[in-house]
């Protein structure tokens, strides 16, 4: 790893006085964004399936367990959880025991973020490479995934789609450069002391990515079965079995070795596996290695797969159609490359049936590594962009030509630009932005230098709250606070929890949290409560609760509460509001 950053620190150089400026420019804005920070909240996973669990284990903080981390039949690794999470916030608990950081919201949430926004330039190095060993120009390469919403919003979250990602473009880098680069006689002659090497870094990849995400196996398929039998497996127009045999046992052979340590640190941390190494060799030679493995093992990806065969299970995430990655989500997150992908496959299809020897190079191995993926994700009928984000990277390989382009060139660029610059705003900043932010408030003022203070807060048509976040002190004998995330939630339900909460002996303060489009709902509260606003967050942006038409044009009656939130004029500011989270301070007739 850190040659690869020497090396990107020789291209910076190089580059400096042309391209090279800009790009500096544009990484400069993604680390200046994640340090502002962004406030939008794209989906729970980003906290729920990372930081969250990790947060809970190493800085003790009060947190939700998500399902998916259950210990009678986990479906995700812990490994990669901690790969990602673990070490900035085992180095913030170093610095906050040696006094030089003291715990807020910002900084937890921040850390973890660095981490992976440091590890998003290894895409830039990838795609750079990866241009310059197939003969044309990185520096295009790197505009463009410098410049995507996706690098500067999913690339510096805490998903697993981003690890997911970042893996693809070195195993993309790694099987693709190594068999470009065998073509060189030059480098023909070390190819042998290398080949281990590339093994042992090639199944790596692959078993950490599958660990992370068992759907990476869609993509590492293409690279994988494209560098088994290509580069030292071919010589000319002989098939070299050979060598494909070889790459084929030594990969197999490092796979089994690291998935075995992934499963054994997952089985200690789910409970399956006592980290006691005589016992463990005890239980071998009772039960022999098979029932050992049944019986004292676990396996995530295997749980994953299980878990996700059955469509009545993805039917409790949403069941969407089958042609919704090809339609809708490429163009979300990538714009116009999608298009340009499917214009190369045509070309590509008119060379097959021309019988051009040259339309099977390393370009028509990118694009089945872009359609290959996304073919098989399309089975699943669960379909969400995030986890499409890790094409990012060949759909810029197969695109960068199209943008240095005299004839489209311009008019692509100026396009991308601003395609990028509002899914920048709205993924990064307003979608479900409220609702850090208010956490953060929160916490400052009801939280923070308290062990007496008692509060509830009420979510209600709002995305998990990260729990985290709010930094409960460990020390505490007592919670200081109770969280009650109703989501979607009928208002019946709202009422019920709200009373249960007014009927409590010691309930301190009472927040409620909803989006500006909801409180309308809340006029009948009125009656046995009284509402007031302690704090409004915006944007917020929730597409499952979207204003009416009546609330746009203020079409209210006078004594409704949401006159006096949202009020009728001017009519920016009664748009503001719409598109703000409300904090109300409930307080209940005595």
């Known amino acids: 790893m850190a040659s690869n950053w020497h090396e990107l620190s020789a291209v910076l150089t190089k580059y400096s006085r042309e391209m090279g400026v800009l790009w500096c420019l544009l990484a400069a804005v993604r680390v200046f964004l994640t340090l502002w920070p962004q406030s939008g909240y794209i989906h729970p996973d980003e906290f729920f399936q ?7 284990d190493l800085l003790h903080y009060e947190t939700f367990r998500p399902w998916e981390f259950n210990s009678s039949f986990p479906i995700r690794s812990i490994v990669p959880v901690y790969i990602l999470c673990g070490p900035p916030l085992l180095l913030l608990r170093m610095l906050e025991a040696a006094g030089f950081s003291t715990m807020t919201t910002y900084i937890v949430l921040i850390f ?26 990185g520096r295009t390469g790197l505009l463009l995934i410098s410049s995507s919403y996706v690098t500067l919003v ?22 693709l450069c190594q068999n470009c680069s065998l073509r060189n006689q030059r480098l023909k002659q070390n190819s042998e002391t290398s080949g281990a090497g590339s093994v042992f870094r090639i199944s790596t990849v692959i078993v950490v990515g599958m660990f992370n995400r068992p759907t990476f196996a ?24 050979k060598h494909v045999f070889q790459r084929l046992v030594g990969s197999v052979t490092v796979a089994l070795f690291v998935a075995l340590t992934f499963i054994i640190c997952d089985s200690i941390y789910f409970g399956y596996l006592m980290p006691d190494m005589a016992e463990i060799a005890a239980t071998l030679q ?26 009545s299970n993805l039917a ?12 809708a989500n490429i163009q979300i997150l990538f714009c116009m490359l999608g298009i340009i992908a499917v214009q190369e496959l045509v070309h590509l299809i008119v060379s097959v049936f021309r019988r051009d020897r040259r339309s099977f190079n390393s370009f028509s191995v990118i694009l089945m590594s872009y ?18 984000i890790p094409l990012l990277c060949p759909l810029v390989i197969l695109s960068s030509s199209r943008f240095s382009g005299q004839k489209f060139g311009k008019c692509m660029i100026i396009l991308w630009s ?29 939280i923070k230098d308290t062990t007496e203070h008692i509060g509830n807060f009420v979510f209600w048509k709002t995305y998990m709250p990260p729990r985290h976040l709010f930094l409960q002190d460990p020390s505490y004998r007592e919670p200081v606070y109770q969280i009650y995330d109703l989501a979607g939630s009928s208002k019946n339900k709202l009422i019920e929890v709200l009373n249960f909460v007014g009927n409590r002996s010691e309930r301190g303060t009472v927040l409620l949290i909803v989006p500006g489009t909801m409180v309308d709902e809340l006029d009948s509260l009125q009656e046995s409560m009284h509402l007031e606003i302690w704090g409004k967050f915006c944007p917020h942006f929730s597409g499952e609760n979207l204003p009416t038409m009546n609330q746009i044009r203020c079409q209210t009656n006078e004594d409704d509460l949401s006159k006096t939130v949202t009020g009728c004029s001017p009519f920016f500011e009664r748009v503001r509001n719409l598109f703000s989270l409300h904090v109300f301070i409930v307080k209940f007739s005595v």
């Open 50 to 56: 990372s930081v969250e669990i990790a947060a809970g």
């Open 286 to 311: 009772d039960k022999g290695f098979l029932n050992f493995f049944v019986n004292n093992l676990t396996v995530p990806p295997l749980n994953f797969f299980q878990y996700n065969i059955q469509v």
């Open 154 to 175: 999913y690339f510096t979250r805490t998903f697993s789609n981003s690890l997911e990602g970042i893996l693809f473009a070195v195993l993309l880098l790694e099987t």
């Open 371 to 388: 359609f290959v993926p996304l073919l098989l994700l399309s089975i699943f009928p669960h379909q969400e962009p995030r986890f499409l």
């Open 218 to 241: 869609a993509f590492a398929v293409v690279p994988f079965v494209y560098w088994l039998f290509s580069g030292g497996a071919m010589s000319g127009r002989t098939f070299d079995a």
């Open 316 to 327: 409790e995430h949403g069941i969407h159609a089958r042609y919704t990655h090809f339609l």
């Open 418 to 446: 601003v395609f990028n610059l509002l899914g920048c705003a709205f993924f990064g900043f307003c979608h479900q932005g409220g609702i850090i932010p208010a956490i953060s408030r929160i916490h400052q003022v009801f």
């Open 112 to 137: 973890p973020r660095l981490c992976i926004l440091l590890h998003s330039f290894v895409i830039d190095l990838c795609v750079f490479r990866t241009l310059n060993a197939l003969g044309h120009d």
